[in-house]
């Protein structure tokens, strides 16, 4: 096991490169299986849920076959299974996307409840309603989705989602790809990796116009043909770059990014008094002066992402006066609060609103991340704490940022990973 041990309070400096999309990768991925042929999938993110799903991929019987670090060929030609093993689905939770391509492709999935982080109650009943829309018959058993079509065949229809969610629209976007005629989604959530998966489905043949709008209609076609993709630039790995800038101060030029989706992280950090300067494909992130106190409510996209709110709470412990967060999304996402607090934070929580009153500084102590982006903001928050702060558990981290510590050092941020003895770690990870 290892951790993370920064010593902070120093400014960041230089230019800093985003990888491909997290959430885009997991779904696309899957969405290879739905793909008589080679796909070439560039700008894949080295991160440990890639890694998993290729994997699954390969128990599945498909070939995967890594180009470079960032290149994947994917031939899903000879896949003959439907089921998906337990041990390696329950270990994410984007397996869900398993269920849409696997009964895309056969008509049949059995595929193991998701797993991920815990995020609180984080049910698939839309994901289910979709599926059985379009003609599959849904059951849970001994902790399986089942999923199957009668005759093999799903049918096109109108799905309306009853909640804007981005797995469950991704989700029934695999599913009604090959089905016979047209599925109409409404109430589609809109957030970039859904463009992106609705972009790659494209160019191997699929007919889907409006992903991007809360109406999604997706045209079935009789099969898909191999074909080379690249993915979007990961929207939150950029976010936790302009909030590192953002809670250690510094001036950072962010390249390959996508401007336009990041409006929503950057407008609330020009309200706080940080400058971003867009360009083509990057931005440039400037913070000299004391934070301004800002008040920030999570919604679906366009609105500001969930999951940077960890990240952007790490900048407000530091900004004169009183913030309010309101999650709008997820019932648990205040885990990180004691921890933040362990670094001399002032934070209250009251079920979905978090009340945080700004401090002068934050000083180093020995932390453990809990989830992906609370402990991506632990590390914004110990970049920007005067002291060392460690920061256990980083296998959370390390499930959604490729390369964190290289790319902060060539920040000029102190941080380095350590090993931690067998016995330290099992301890902290039974406490987690
Ligand atoms: C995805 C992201 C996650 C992000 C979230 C919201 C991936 C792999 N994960 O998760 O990082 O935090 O979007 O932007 O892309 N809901 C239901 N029933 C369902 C599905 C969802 O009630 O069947 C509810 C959830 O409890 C939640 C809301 O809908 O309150 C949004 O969830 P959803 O957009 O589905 O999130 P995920 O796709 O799981």
Same mark, same amino acid.
């Given at each position: 096991?290892?951790?993370?041990?920064?010593?902070?309070?120093?400014?960041?400096?230089?230019?800093?490169?985003?990888?491909?999309?997290?959430? !885009?990768?997991?779904?696309?991925?899957? &969405? @290879?299986?739905?793909? +008589? %042929?080679?796909?070439? *999938? #560039? $700008?894949?993110?080295?991160?440990?849920?890639?890694?998993?799903?290729?994997?699954?991929?390969?128990?599945?019987?498909?070939?995967?076959?890594?180009?470079?670090?960032?290149?994947?060929?994917?031939?899903?030609?000879?896949?003959?299974?439907?089921?998906?093993?337990?041990?390696?689905?329950?270990?994410?939770?984007?397996?869900?996307?398993?269920?849409?391509?696997?009964?895309?492709?056969?008509?049949?999935?059995?595929?193991?409840?998701?797993?991920?982080?815990?995020?609180?109650?984080?049910?698939?009943?839309?994901?289910?309603?979709?599926?059985?829309?379009?003609?599959?018959?849904?059951?849970?058993?001994?902790?399986?989705?089942?999923?199957?079509?009668?005759?093999?065949?799903?049918?096109?229809?109108?799905?309306?989602?009853?909640?804007?969610?981005?797995? !469950?629209?991704?989700?029934?976007?695999? &599913? @009604?790809?090959?089905? +016979? %005629?047209?599925?109409? *989604? #409404? $109430?589609?959530?809109?957030?970039?990796?859904?463009?992106?998966?609705?972009?790659?489905?494209?160019?191997?043949?699929?007919?889907?116009?409006?992903?991007?709008?809360?109406?999604?209609?997706?045209?079935?076609?009789?099969?898909?043909?191999?074909?080379?993709?690249?993915?979007?630039?990961?929207?939150?790995?950029?976010?936790?770059?302009?909030?590192?800038?953002?809670?250690?101060?510094?001036?950072?030029?962010?390249?390959?990014?996508?401007?336009?989706?990041?409006?929503?992280?950057?407008?609330?950090?020009?309200?706080?008094?940080?400058?971003?300067?867009?360009?083509?494909?990057?931005?440039?992130?400037?913070?000299?002066?004391?934070?301004?106190?800002?008040?920030?409510?999570?919604?679906?996209?366009?609105?500001?992402?969930?999951?940077?709110?960890?990240?952007?709470?790490?900048?407000?412990?530091? &900004?004169?006066?009183?913030?309010?967060?309101?999650?709008? *999304?997820?019932?648990?996402?205040?885990?990180?609060?004691?921890?933040?607090?362990?670094?001399?934070?002032?934070?209250?929580?009251?079920?979905?609103?978090?009340?945080?009153?700004?401090?002068?500084?934050?000083?180093?102590?020995?932390?453990?991340?809990?989830?992906?982006?609370?402990?991506?903001?632990?590390?914004?928050?110990?970049?920007?704490?005067?002291?060392?702060?460690?920061?256990?558990?980083?296998?959370?981290?390390?499930?959604?940022?490729?390369?964190?510590?290289?790319?902060?050092?060539?920040?000029?941020?102190?941080?380095?990973?350590?090993?931690?003895?067998?016995?330290?770690?099992?301890?902290?990870?039974?406490?987690?």
């Amino acid at each position: 096991m290892q951790k993370y041990v920064i010593h902070g309070g120093k400014p960041l400096s230089g230019t800093v490169s985003i990888s491909g999309a997290k959430n !885009a990768a997991v779904a696309i991925i899957p &969405a @290879a299986l739905l793909v +008589d %042929g080679v796909c070439r *999938i #560039e $700008n894949i993110p080295q991160i440990s849920d890639v890694t998993l799903i290729l994997r699954i991929l390969q128990e599945l019987g498909a070939g995967v076959h890594l180009v470079n670090r960032h290149t994947v060929e994917i031939d899903s030609r000879h896949i003959a299974s439907f089921r998906v093993p337990d041990q390696l689905s329950r270990k994410m939770r984007a397996s869900y996307y398993l269920i849409g391509s696997l009964l895309g492709r056969f008509g049949r999935a059995m595929v193991s409840m998701p797993g991920g982080c815990d995020l609180g109650t984080r049910p698939i009943d839309l994901h289910l309603k979709s599926f059985q829309a379009l003609g599959a018959e849904v059951s849970v058993e001994s902790g399986y989705v089942h999923a199957t079509a009668p005759n093999g065949r799903l049918h096109g229809a109108g799905i309306y989602m009853d909640q804007a969610s981005v797995g !469950a629209t991704m989700n029934a976007m695999l &599913a @009604a790809v090959r089905a +016979d %005629g047209t599925t109409t *989604i #409404e $109430n589609a959530a809109k957030e970039p990796h859904i463009v992106d998966l609705a972009n790659f489905l494209n160019t191997m043949g699929a007919d889907i116009t409006g992903a991007g709008t809360d109406v999604i209609r997706v045209r079935g076609v009789k099969s898909l043909h191999g074909g080379a993709y690249s993915i979007i630039p990961d929207q939150i790995e950029a976010g936790t770059y302009l909030a590192a800038v953002t809670a250690a101060g510094g001036d950072v030029v962010i390249q390959n990014v996508i401007p336009k989706h990041l409006d929503c992280i950057t407008a609330k950090l020009e309200e706080m008094g940080v400058q971003v300067e867009e360009y083509g494909d990057s931005v440039r992130v400037v913070r000299r002066g004391a934070l301004r106190r800002t008040n920030i409510k999570t919604m679906p996209y366009p609105g500001f992402p969930t999951d940077m709110q960890p990240q952007i709470a790490a900048c407000l412990c530091l &900004a004169e006066g009183t913030s309010v967060i309101n999650e709008g *999304i997820w019932e648990n996402r205040y885990r990180y609060v004691s921890e933040f607090r362990r670094l001399g934070a002032h934070i209250q929580v009251d079920g979905k609103i978090a009340v945080i009153e700004g401090v002068e500084r934050l000083t180093g102590a020995s932390l453990r991340a809990c989830d992906l982006r609370a402990g991506a903001a632990m590390v914004v928050a110990g970049l920007a704490a005067e002291g060392t702060t460690e920061i256990g558990c980083i296998h959370y981290i390390e499930r959604g940022y490729e390369k964190l510590v290289e790319k902060l050092q060539g920040l000029g941020a102190d941080i380095r990973v350590v090993d931690v003895p067998e016995e330290d770690g099992q301890q902290a990870d039974q406490a987690g």
